[in-house]
Structure formats: C-alpha cells, structure tokens
C-alpha cells in the first residue's frame, strides 16, 4: 500500500516566527521555515495572521481550495490557539508565493499531518505575544492573565483589553520560539472537533462569483485552444480566414509549442467577446496536423499486448520474499484470476482554464492549480519568463481530484496572453476537459494464490503488466513492494511487464490507491471463497495479531487496521447477512493509504434480469488518528469519497487511433443520484496517533466492497472493470 507522504514528512526543518506592523497599524504574525542547509539565511515573513486596532482579525488560508476545506480547515488550527470566536474570523485566500508561505498544495491529503502543529504554533504565538503586552501595560506577569473570545483578562483585578486593543505593542515584541510553545489539551477545544460549514458555503449556494470560470479582467478577451487530438502531434498548417471572419471573434493564430502534453503543445487559440463564439468558431479552423508515431496506439492494442505479456517470462522483479515457487507447489489448491482496470478521467464539474494578462514581461495570474509554483516554473522554462515577474492569484476550483496538478492550461492562457498582447481567460469544454486529461492509467493483474490444506495463504504472485519503457513507467503506473499481502504472506512475489503508452498520466484521488485496491480486494475475497472462510474474518485472519510492521512496509500498522475492519463488520451487522434476501449481498474490503485506515462494507441488490445494480447502505469506518479537525468537513469527504468511488466502477477512457474516444458525458457519464447508496454510516475510530488527511484513503476500499457485495448477491465476479449491467445479468 502506498505511503508516499513519508518523504514530506521526514523533511528535516526549523520553524521561527516573524512578527511586523500590519498596514494601519496591528499585529501581523507568520510562520517560516529554515530548512536544512539552508539554516543560516533568513526565511521571509509569511503573513498568517493579522489583528488590527479596531479588533478585526483576518487568518490566511495558505493552500489551494478544490473542495476538500482546507479554506475552513487551517484557519481553524490557528483561531484555536488564538483563543478567538470563529466568529471573529475573516479568511482570505492567500497568493501563490513559495518564498512566503512554503509549499502550497493541494494533494495526497498532506494539510493535516504537515500542518497540524505549525499553524496551530501560529495561532498560540499570536496569543502569546497579546497576553506579554498587555501583562506590559498593567505591569504584572503574564501568567496572571487568561484569554478567551478575543480579549485578555488580569485574573486578580478583572481588567481587560481586546486583541485589538494590544495588536500595535504585540507586533514590537519579538515572537516566541513555536519548540517552546504550550499548545491546548484537546480537551480544552472550542473550535478544533466541531463542526463548521465551508466559509465560502454561503456563495457557493447562493451562484455568486467564486471560481475559475468567474474571474473577470478589465479588458480581457474569451480564448479557446484547439490541440491535435493524437498525443503528441505537431500542427503542419492552419487556415485561419473563416474563423477570423465570424462575427465576434477578436483574434485567432497558431501557437507553438513541443510535443509533451502535459505542457505547452501546438495549436489554435482563438479569442472573442464571448465563450460561445469562440468555440462555436473551432468548427470553421481548417488545420493539417502530423499525428505522430502513435497514431495506431489503441485500448484494443493495449489488451492484446497485455495478454501477451502476462503469458510470457516477466521483464523485472519487484518484491520476492520467501521461496514462491516451492510454497506454489506445496499448496493444496492454487486459485488463478485475471484483473484489469481502465484509464480514467478527473472529469471535474469545472473544466480546466485559467486567466492571465502579460504586459512588459510581467504576468498577473488567476489560476485554479492545485500546484501552482511547478506553474510558474513551467510557464518561466516555456516561455522565458523570469519566475518572480509572475503574480499569482489563487481562485478556488471546482473540483481537481489531481488532474490541476498538472499545469498545462496554465502555461496555455499565459502563451496566448502573450501572444495576444492583451488579457485572456482560456476556457476548456467538456471534449478538451476528457480529451486532454492527464489520466489515470490502465492497469493489468495477473494473479496466483496457494492455499494450504486450512485455507491459509501460503504464496501470493501478481505478475503486473503496466506502461512504460523498460523500468522507467508512466506516472502513477506503479505496483510498489509494500503492496498488502506484502509482508503478510511468507513466499510473496511481485513481477512486472511493461509497454509503451503515448498518453499523458498521472494522480487522481488516492492515486494508485484507487485502481490497486480493486484489484488486490477482489482478489482477496476470490481466495475467502476458495478457502470456504468468511470473507471478513479471512482478511482479519490474513492481517494477523497487532505486530511491529514488517521491514517491507515500516508505516503500516496491521493492528490499527484490524481494528478498523472488526468495527465496519459490527456496524453493519456483517455476521448477520445471510438473512439478506435473494440478490442482495454484502461485501467488505479494507485499505491504507496516505496514513489513514479505512474499510468499507456495501450493501447492494441486483437485478437478475436487466443486472441493474443500486446500492443501498454503505458503512465505513476510518482511523485517521487522534482528532477530526471539523467533523462536517470530514464526513462530506468520507460520503463524497463513496460516491466517487462508486461512480468509478462504471467509466472509461479508451483510445482509438491514438485519441481519446470519449468527449462528453454521454459516453462518460458520471454517477447520477439514482446509483448514490441511500445512506452511508460514517464512523472514525479515534486512536492516539498524529491526525492525518482523509480525502484520499477514504476512498479505495469502497470500489473493491461493492463488487464483492455484488459476488455475493449474484455469484457473478467482476474483474474487469468498466463494470456493465450486461455482465451482472442471470443469462
């Protein structure tokens, strides 16, 4: 299972604090890192908070928001140990300036364990600095002095000031050093562990102006950019007349670029008054174009040469643990499956765009990047721009599940703005959105299990067939040794096969996560079967007693995960299914990633005649550690990772002739509220463990469940997804 936080967060660092007059007078507090070799030069300020005179207090959100909350969440560390109402709170987006505030990202569920004790350290040092300046004024010792709602009280007179009140005599004090902060007991909570509504909720349900596509800019022009639809091909000629000709339209050129897709490529941009006539205006673009070496790249090829590959020797080893080959001839059965996964698209409800305006080498910004300082870097190496003559604005997405990881639209609008000589807002529509994604990639599984005599696992062998060259893959194509059953099963073999792939990939919720759980649950529960156990009991049996972690996978505790998985099982009443009625089955799955632990159990029925699947509850339990930061935050992510995750089982992207073949959701259509579960039970198991993110393991566990559930309803397994209603039929 992938733990691929463990770098980040092993980062070797030193935290300081810097405090300044705020403009108009007022404290303005920040939070900055020296970091390794680094340690002898300044960090620049990064402004967090700021409490001016008349008491208003505005928080920084410091990272990108796609819908996950960290806009509410961070904001929240900081007002607690200020000791403030989150009444009292202004928040404002902050700008994309890694000199400021460090890395600003959006992904892999990163926010809570990096920035759990820092911005709470923020927020205490804050108070800190008010509580020693108003001990100042009275002339008496800090400790004599409590804070609550904003104001400082001397405990033995009953005096008081307001944070505002002291801000002006704070901000000259030198700020504490945040090693030798005292932080609250969680016990002493008022903001941290309850619930609060996203602060922009109230504009997203009211339609007003908040996201990418909203932004407006004096004199800006509409863009759309028309790109080969083959990976990797070069524009050879474009006869622009009838476009320019269209009523509305502004402007349309070529504009160069070179062959990776996930960067700046050829193509048309044309510019309007008006997003209709610019796209309307891509229909009269007559355009010659070399599609490339990889132009017969397609998902029919991609399945026979996987079908090649896996009966052929395997190219390289991953992971062999034990003696396999004996353990295999050993075992009194041997079970064999196949399992295979699609490229998928983010399809996000926003499609990807951006705003910029170019004037004398310098270039403001409005971007939805989930990353946006790998952005500024790809538009500079591009573009030949200096970095620092880029000023970043970030607007909240709607949506990004990874895919605004890549910045390819943002170095796009900036070239045409440059190009154009004026400000543009470049807008994708659904074709580009699903045509031009950065996918997640296919997958092919080739399973072997022996089992001895008790149904034990004795030897476990995928042979993976995966894309890429030799053993450089495409990005996010990757079977890692600490995949579970790694370190759980004695003779343990992981191989692989490789093959070429024009397509651009990369992460998507729980990346990787999201298509191995699939693939590994199933086959898990194919080996329950096998083995004549109780599904539940098999994995917790497979598990194992509460143990140090194995030296191939040092982060994963199976102990926490047991626990996890005895408590889905209680909650749904797993022992109790078979009163279910026929053609309803419960199914159960579990996994780790991104340092939480989930498991789900799904309910479903399935029609014999029509194999029209509908979900009916769906339980989950996750250990996400000690504290939920906002429980409304954490369950909509839990429920909107069920969804998502339910929603998987039934897309596609395939390729013909070197393109996508989906360009609308009529050939890609997202789940609708008729295959939602009708209810799903949220429950985190709290544990002593540092807090961690959510928004990605909530998710894989979820997809694997309800295709066993779907087993034990119908007897029929699925094991190649896209999953259609035709395969679940009873004829």
């Known amino acids: 299972m992938a733990h691929d936080m463990t770098a980040e967060l092993q980062t070797s660092r030193r935290a300081f604090l810097k405090a300044s007059v705020a403009t108009g007078g007022g404290l303005m507090l920040g939070i900055g890192m020296v970091q ?37 969440m961070l904001p929240m560390l900081i007002a607690e140990e200020l000791d403030v109402d989150w009444t009292q709170i202004h928040i404002e987006q902050a700008m994309a300036n890694q000199a400021i505030y460090g890395r600003q990202y959006a992904g892999g569920s990163t926010a809570t364990p990096t920035l759990w004790i820092p911005m709470r350290q923020v927020g205490a040092a804050a108070r800190e600095m008010l509580v020693m300046a108003a001990a100042a004024r009275w002339k008496t010792s800090p400790a004599e002095c409590t804070t609550a709602a904003g104001v400082i009280t001397h405990t033995p007179t009953g005096r008081k000031l307001t944070y505002g009140q002291v801000a002006n005599d704070a901000a000259s004090l030198p700020p504490p050093d945040p090693a030798g902060l005292k932080l609250k007991d969680a016990a002493a909570y008022k903001i941290i562990g309850k619930s609060h509504s996203g602060v922009d909720s109230p504009k997203i349900v009211t339609g007003q102006p908040l996201y990418g596509v909203d932004v407006v800019v004096p004199g800006m022009a509409i863009a759309v950019f028309e790109k080969c639809a083959v990976y990797g091909g070069r524009l050879v000629s474009a006869d622009l007349t009838a476009a320019k000709a269209r009523p509305g339209v502004i402007d349309a050129f070529v504009v160069k670029g070179g062959t990776n897709p996930t960067g700046l490529v050829d193509g048309v941009a044309i510019l309007a008054s008006d997003y209709w006539t610019a796209n309307r205006a891509r229909a009269d673009l007559k355009i010659v174009w070399d599609e490339g070496k990889y132009a017969d790249h397609s998902t029919a090829l991609y399945d026979s040469r996987a079908a090649d590959l896996a009966a052929k020797p395997p190219q390289s080893s991953l992971l062999k643990a034990g003696d396999p080959s004996s353990a295999f001839a050993g075992a009194a059965k041997v079970v064999k499956a196949a399992y295979s996964y699609p490229f998928l ?21 409005w971007t939805t990047s ?48 440059k190009q154009a000589g004026r400000p543009v807002k470049l807008l994708w529509n659904r074709s580009d959105d699903l045509q031009h994604d950065i996918y997640r990639p296919g997958g092919y599984h080739n399973f072997s299990a022996g089992l001895d005599a008790s149904g034990k696992v004795v030897a476990f062998r995928d042979h993976f067939v995966t894309f890429g060259e030799g053993e450089t893959l495409v990005s996010n194509a990757v079977l890692g040794p600490t995949e579970f059953p790694a370190g759980f099963v004695q003779h343990c073999e992981y191989v692989q096969s490789t093959m070429p792939l024009v397509a651009p990939t990369g992460p998507m919720r729980a990346p990787r996560s999201n298509a191995l759980c699939f693939a590994f649950q199933s086959f898990i529960d194919e080996l329950a079967v096998e083995a004549g156990k109780d599904p539940l009991q098999f994995k917790l049996d497979l598990l194992g007693p509460a143990r140090p972690a194995p030296a191939t996978n040092a982060t994963f505790d199976n102990g926490r995960m047991s626990a996890v998985l005895k408590l889905v099982g209680e909650r749904s009443g797993w022992a109790k299914r078979g009163a279910l009625p026929k053609g309803v089955g419960m199914g159960v ?19 014999p005649a029509t194999g029209v699947w509908k979900v009916g509850k769906v339980w989950v339990v996750g250990d996400v550690g000690s504290q939920i930061i906002n429980p409304t935050g954490a369950i909509a992510q839990v429920e ?7 929603g998987q089982l039934s897309y596609a992207i395939t390729f013909d002739k070197g393109r996508a073949t989906q360009a609308n959701f009529d050939r890609y259509p997202l789940i609708r509220i008729n295959r939602a579960p009708t209810a799903v039970d949220v429950h985190f198991l709290i544990t002593n463990n540092p807090p961690t993110g959510l928004g990605e393991p909530a998710l894989p566990s979820v997809i694997p469940a309800l295709c066993n559930a779907i087993y034990a309803a119908t007897g029929k397994r699925v094991r190649n997804l896209p999953m259609t209603n035709a395969i679940l039929k009873s004829t």
């Open 589 to 607: 799955a579990f996994y780790w990633c991104h340092l939480g632990y989930f498991a789900h159990v799904v309910q479903t029925r399935v029609d």
């Open 640 to 646: 909107g990772a069920v969804i998502d995750g339910l």
């Open 370 to 417: 989930q990353n946006p300082e790998p952005g500024r870097q790809l538009t500079a190496e591009t573009l030949g721009i200096k970095p620092d003559d880029m000023t970043i604005h970030m607007i909240r997405a709607g949506g990004g599940f990874g895919r605004r990881l890549s910045n390819d639209y943002f170095v796009e609008a900036v070239a045409i703005s």
């Open 36 to 72: 390794g070799a680094a340690a002898q030069t300044a960090a620049k300020l990064s402004a967090y908070v700021s409490i001016r005179p008349d008491g208003s207090i505005t928080v920084m959100a410091k990272n990108p928001e796609v819908g996950q909350g960290i806009k509410t």
């Open 345 to 365: 698209s983010h399809a996000t409800l926003e499609p990807q765009g951006c705003t910029a305006s170019y004037k004398d080498g310098k270039v403001e910004i």
